[in-house]
């Protein structure tokens, strides 16, 4: 959109010639022997940059106004409940005035790392094999297949955990062990989700790693399995935990299948077989509900939101180090 | 070397020397797509010596000199016809494992290429997928010792392959490949991306190793392949012009493409 616009400035100032300053001619002897080289006026220039620089500041602007919005919100929470009582407290029922974090957040901290050990594993392997072993043509349809995965709305993904995976685990591990909601379900599916962003993040990283290595490897006598794990892994490890990293902020922040599948209610259990409620998942079922502005819920729900947003930021920080830290320089 | 008797076409006794040369091509042609790199290339290399493969840029010499250990089956577009023969087994026949050929025909790039991994781990590696089960830091040591490293790096054997120079990398690399014990070493214009300084070291470092290996090394640097080699093949456009002792070849050359590219006259 925003080049578009740019697109059709630039052709209406060429119709009407504003882009080529003044009226002498191009060549120094229609100049009349004069050679100029003083600065020249470009205002189409400027108002580009400054349409640009536009753009970029939206995105800024709004985190910033997040950030505001989240932290006045929360700060008249904190005001009635000490951080410390949030922090510590074992139970969260905002009908009798107790907040404490630790049910949310370890139903947060359960579905994802179920989510990760789905997706990092799977997304590892089909790395792997894209990277090294596929042929073009095979990779070329199937990158685009997991794709897809990503692209399918996570409500459906939520209720194919709901109807399909929960049932299948009731029936393998036993009515009675497995709740119908429960964390362990919306995890694998989660897991399912993030596939395609560990795969495709891991793939570049492996990709990335120079031939030369590869060449190194193969010609001592290593088979393509070796190359792969030993070399070729070990050599793009910067980028695969930054690829696991980034999932894991990715499954942190995930709604609609924890809403749906998870279970509503909080509960702090570390049995994935049971129902909990995530962090992601509490804002969604109690905003959804009537809510007075300005009660003890409401502002909880910020207090719960820039936890959330905390942790993912500590996350994407993280992974950025990481990279940094751990990247090889090749020549 | 254990001299086990054959048991089939592929398996060949250590030690004897059915073939007068360490590594024989006949009628080898290699193709990338349509287009041929080399054309019927047949030449024998000499047992502990080093032969140097010299030619202009596009010669084809790096493409044959990468199909003797079939590392050319990398690229998607490379094919090979007429065969290199090893111990009298033609690498490229179909019961015949690359993996297996690689073992015994190691290969120096032309970019020191060392792994992400310590200088120890670097020799190590290649010894201990290939079965090793000796003591490592002899073996670490020993290989260093060959390629006159070992003094510079013995009490940074665990610090990263990367923080070396160039020169250090390749001359590593030299001695990753030196660790298996291979029979045959293959130079792909391993000095092309050092200073004179490690170069003449690398050269150097031949003279000892030929002692044991077969060397083959490709250069465009026609004073290294008359500093290092004993015998030179001069190819051009994807023919073996020329294939002679080096002095004979570079005081008398035969063909005039040869007196040439020798005397500088284009290349």
């Known amino acids: 959109m925003a080049s578009f616009i740019v697109y059709c400035y630039a052709r209406f100032c060429k119709k009407a010639g504003t882009m080529k300053h003044g009226t002498i001619g191009f060549y120094p002897e229609e100049r009349l022997g004069r050679l100029s080289f003083r600065r020249a006026p470009r205002p189409t220039e400027r108002l580009i940059q400054a349409f640009l620089f536009f753009c970029a500041a939206v995105s800024i602007l709004t985190t910033a106004g997040i950030i505001v919005v989240l932290g006045t919100e929360s700060a008249g929470f904190f005001k009635e409940v000490s951080i410390l009582e949030f922090f510590t407290g074992k139970e969260w029922q905002p009908s009798i005035g107790k907040f404490g974090i630790a049910p949310l957040f370890v139903a947060t901290l359960t579905t994802s790392l179920t989510a990760m050990a789905v997706a990092l594993p799977l997304g590892l392997a089909v790395a792997i094999y894209l990277a090294e072993y596929a042929r073009p043509r095979v990779r070329e349809t199937l990158k685009p297949v997991l794709e897809v995965l990503a692209g399918v709305p996570t409500v459906a993904y939520g209720y194919f955990a709901l109807t399909v995976v929960t049932p299948f685990l009731r029936g393998l591990l036993g009515q009675e062990n497995v709740e119908v909601y429960n964390t362990l379900s919306a995890g694998l599916v989660m897991g399912v989700l993030i596939l395609p962003l560990i795969s495709s993040m891991c793939e570049d990283a492996l990709s990335s790693v120079p031939g030369s290595l590869r060449e190194a490897a193969y010609a001592m006598g290593a088979t393509k399995l070796e190359t792969s794990v030993k070399i070729i892994v070990p050599a793009a490890f910067s980028g695969i935990a930054a690829a696991f990293i980034l999932g894991l902020s990715r499954a942190v922040g995930e709604t609609m299948i924890v809403a749906l599948a998870a279970g509503a209610g909080p509960r702090l259990t570390l049995n994935p077989l049971r129902s909990a409620e995530t962090m992601t998942g509490h804002i969604v079922r109690i905003s959804g509900g009537d809510l007075s502005y300005d009660s003890m819920d409401y502002r909880s729900l910020f207090a719960i939101a820039l936890v959330l947003f905390v942790s993912t930021l500590f996350l994407n920080i993280l992974s950025r180090n990481i990279v940094k830290k751990y990247r090889e320089v090749y020549e | ?267």
Request: glycine fraction near 8%; include cysteine.
């Open chain 2, 1 to 267: 070397m254990q001299h086990t008797p054959t048991t089939d076409r592929f398996e060949v006794a250590l030690g004897s020397e059915e073939s007068a040369y360490a590594l024989e091509t006949r009628n080898l042609n290699i193709y990338y797509g349509d287009s041929r790199a080399v054309n019927e290339l047949s030449m024998g290399f000499d047992r502990r010596k080093v032969t140097a493969i010299i030619g202009p840029s596009g010669c084809g010499k790096s493409t044959a000199l990468r199909s003797f250990n079939r590392m050319n089956e990398l690229i998607a577009s490379a094919r090979t016809e007429g065969e290199v023969l090893f111990h009298g087994v033609n690498v490229y026949d179909p019961g015949v494992d690359p993996v297996q050929v690689r073992r015994w025909i190691g290969m120096v790039f032309q970019k020191p290429n060392p792994f992400s991994k310590s200088i120890h781990e670097n020799i190590a590696w290649g010894a201990r997928i290939n079965g090793y089960t000796g003591d490592f830091d002899e073996l670490v040591e020993d290989s260093l010792k060959r390629v006159a490293l070992w003094d510079e790096v013995k009490d940074k054997l665990k610090e990263s392959a990367y923080a070396l120079s160039g020169g250090q990398q390749q001359r590593l690399c030299i001695a990753r490949a030196v660790a298996l014990k291979p029979e045959i070493l293959l130079m792909d214009e391993p000095t092309s991306a050092l200073d004179p300084i490690s170069t003449a070291k690398i050269e150097d470092l031949l003279d000892e190793l030929k002692k044991q290996y077969t060397i083959i090394i490709v250069t465009h640097n026609m004073q290294q392949a008359g500093r290092v080699s004993d015998r030179t093949a001069f190819m051009l456009l994807g023919d073996l012009v020329e294939y002679a002792d080096t002095k004979e070849l570079f005081f008398n050359p035969r063909d005039e493409r040869t007196e040439n590219y020798i005397s500088g006259r284009f290349g």
